[in-house]
């Protein structure tokens, strides 16, 4: 039985798809390499980093952050020569800026939009009031029920 909890909790960890073969021996690069990682997003999956993805384009990004580390890259440049390489669709959170304005102000957008029309349709004065029936359309209903 605890073997099965051991197996369910392994499970429920995040997975990591980096393979042993791309980790570096140096440990601390190796740390530097996964931090800049989680910032950086799988082109293919593109809700995943780049970590967490199978995807053979991650591969190629995990290989390619670790080369430009070992190259003597900082932090900064090494995540900047991706962002130069593939542009800002490369980082899970994109900066402000001109280029990626309207994903930051577009759900502000359609939020007021919204609010707008719902403000707008609750203002609405109600339709005219509804009429009496006349007797002759009274004596009709009547018949039908």
Known sequence: ????????ALIALPALAVQ????LKDPKLEARAREISKDLRCLVCQNQSIDDSDADLARDLRVLLRQRLVAGDSDRQAKQFLVERYGDYVLLRPPFNAETLVLWLGPLAFLLIGGFAAFSLYRRKPASEVKALTPEEQAKLERFL
Do not use: G, I, K
């Open 1 to 8: 039985m605890r073997w099965l909890a051991l197996a369910l």
């Open 20 to 23: 042993p073969d791309e980790m």
